[in-house]
């Protein structure tokens, strides 16, 4: 790992003597809550999270046991679906995405979201009577997932009868409802995993493990490399502690737009890390805005809020990423440089991000490991199901086939689609962020349309953006938006499901809870006073997102007339 910090190297070594000084890294392996603050409520909500410093060493031991059920599953499936959000999810997909699928091993596929497109996307792919499905959930009471076990176990059922409990593995934590679920649908494993381990910090645990397993992964290797990682970290100047103490020193100075460019094969890893940043971090009013996925830029289009990390793949793509990185430390960003050798590495880097992250809690003084505006948007959502079992009513009254812009808070429609975005975009300030929140389904057309919003926004305000989609992002970047430093501009974006898809057992569709997240999300953001557009792109997605490129271009045209 190599720090270029330039004028803020100072600050960050007189950091990490102030955390060696502190007893860091001995606390962390000690398990000290105090290390957080005195404060008794806070050391009780750490006290049960710190399974994930030696849980590589613990399920180093039970790699022979996932090597027996990868080999039972290759034998038997053609294909996994994992259903699960947030920790439950991320981790599997980083892995899906960044190590090369075997031969004669299942396909794996992952499902965080409610879109009905999406869903039926997936559906097409697979047998349902060859395809084993891991239920996942820490708690065991997910909305998501549940609804998708329900959907899929009618479908499992209707070609395999009473033996379709086969096709189901469950991941949780013991004493769950979906242990019982299990039991009572008689699934064909239950993985019970380390209750001591937070779902972000659960990559090296069996949420990550044994889906990768199923599908190939040599499991015993990633464990290795994350061994390898953890010994290290037990050490005041190990890597770990260094990036910790670099990205709560950065983030109190006003660089707090962790930027995240990558090589393309490794990507995917910004999914993962954008959830444990912006989850540990956001709250209080602080935090560490993560940023994936942005398109890459010339200086120029950057501010001086950014700390840039470059995740590097041996033999990969790596010239303009390279040539970018060297740009910006020769402007004065801070740049710093990850070097992975093969995908495996990822092992070491999921360790090694979580204790950089939880080290910069205490730089921070946040308490990393909870997350106390999570539930605010779930409240909502189940209050918006409520009234649409009630009245027969779900959204504002007007939305139709054509494209509307909906105020958070307002409750209303308005066609001038055009104005509103430009009113919105002429909130942002210098140090904000722009945050698209999209509860649409992410296809090619959708990304390369917020891609060029997203590129739009950053170079005519220079300020950095993200991009989430919905609800996935709820159970990742949604506890900054409303927790963390109030900088943010959001614009949400929905559209009409063509084909909607009835969840057995409930009243409501998948649509209509997707709808259901969208407005309880909206609400919550004006609730903490955020800036917030609704943009509906009605019946035709890709029309819509048309007319979103045109307009964000027209206010970015008027923002540069204004601007002299």
């Known amino acids: 790992m ?4 330039g004028e803020h190297a100072g600050g960050v070594e007189r950091r990490i003597e102030q955390l060696t000084a502190a007893g860091a890294p001995a606390a962390l392996w000690s398990r000290s809550p105090a290390f957080w603050g005195d404060d008794a409520a806070r050391q009780a909500s ?47 997909e980083v892995l899906r995405q960044s190590i090369p699928h075997r031969s004669g091993w299942p396909l794996l596929y992952v499902l965080d979201t409610t879109d009905p497109a999406t869903i039926l996307g997936v559906t097409r792919k697979i047998n349902p009577a060859r395809t084993l499905f891991f239920v996942s959930s820490k708690s065991g009471t997910t909305l998501e997932p549940l609804s998708l076990f329900a959907y899929f176990q009618a479908l499992v059922a209707e070609a395999k009868g009473d033996a379709a409990g086969d096709n189901f593995v469950a991941i949780t934590d013991a004493g769950t409802p979906l242990q019982d679920l299990a039991r009572e649908h008689r699934f064909r494993r239950v993985f019970t995993n380390p209750g001591d381990i937070g779902g972000r910090y659960s990559a090296l645990s069996y949420f990550g493990l044994a889906p990768a397993a199923a599908t190939g ?26 990036l910790g ?53 010339s ?46 590495d990822l092992g070491r880097e999921f360790f090694r991000w ?52 909906v105020r958070a808070g307002a409750g209303a429609v308005d066609l001038d689609v055009e104005g509103s975005i430009a009113e919105l975009l002429r909130q942002l300030a210098p140090g904000d962020y722009f945050a698209i929140t999209a509860y649409v389904e992410a296809d090619a057309a959708a990304h390369d349309a917020f891609e060029a919003v997203r590129r739009d926004v950053r170079d005519t305000w220079r300020v950095a953006t993200t991009l ?51 407005i309880g999300d909206l609400q919550a953001l004006h609730d903490h006073g955020r800036p ?27 923002a540069g007339v204004r601007g002299g």
């Open 2 to 5: 190599k720090f270029e910090l």
């Open 46 to 92: 750490v006290a049960n999270r710190l399974g994930w410093l030696d849980v590589a060493s613990r399920m180093r031991d039970q790699v022979a046991e996932l090597r027996a059920f990868g080999e039972d599953v290759r034998g038997q499936f053609d294909a996994c679906v994992l259903v699960g959000m947030g920790g439950s999810s991320l981790a599997p």
């Open 217 to 242: 992964v040599d499991v015993a290797r990633l464990l290795d490399s994350a061994k390898r990682a953890a010994d290290a970290g037990r050490f005041a100047g190990s890597d770990a502690l260094r």
């Open 245 to 297: 103490a670099a990205l709560g020193e950065l983030a109190r100075g006003g660089r707090d737009k962790c930027t995240f460019i990558a090589t393309p094969a490794i990507a995917a890893f910004g999914l993962w890390v954008e959830q444990l940043i912006a989850e540990s971090t956001g709250k209080l009013g602080t935090g560490i805005v993560p940023v994936a996925g942005e398109p890459l830029a």
């Open 299 to 344: 200086p120029r289009h950057y501010a001086d809020d950014r700390a840039f990390v470059r995740m590097r793949l041996e033999g990969g793509d790596n010239a303009e990423l390279d040539a970018i990185a060297g740009a910006l430390f020769g402007e004065g960003q801070p740049v710093i440089t990850v070097d992975l050798d093969d995908p495996y």
């Open 354 to 405: 979580e204790f950089a992250v939880a080290v910069a809690g205490r730089v921070l003084e946040i308490n990393p490991f909870d997350e106390p505006n999570v539930q605010e948007s779930k409240d909502n959502t189940r209050r918006v199901l409520a009234d649409l079992a009630r009245t027969q009513t779900l959204d504002v009254a007007g939305l139709g086939d054509a494209p509307v812009a």
């Open 468 to 518: 989430g989609y919905g609800p996935r992002f709820l159970h990742s970047t949604g506890q900054l938006h409303k927790g963390g430093p109030a900088k943010g501009v959001f614009l949400q974006v929905t559209s009409s499901d063509l084909h909607d898809i009835a969840i057995p057992g409930q009243t409501y569709t998948f649509g209509q809870l997707k709808r259901a997240q969208a």
């Open 532 to 558: 917030a557009l609704r943009v509906h792109l009605g019946a035709d997605m890709h029309a819509g997102l048309a007319m979103l490129r045109r307009a964000v271009a027209s206010a970015v045209a008027g």
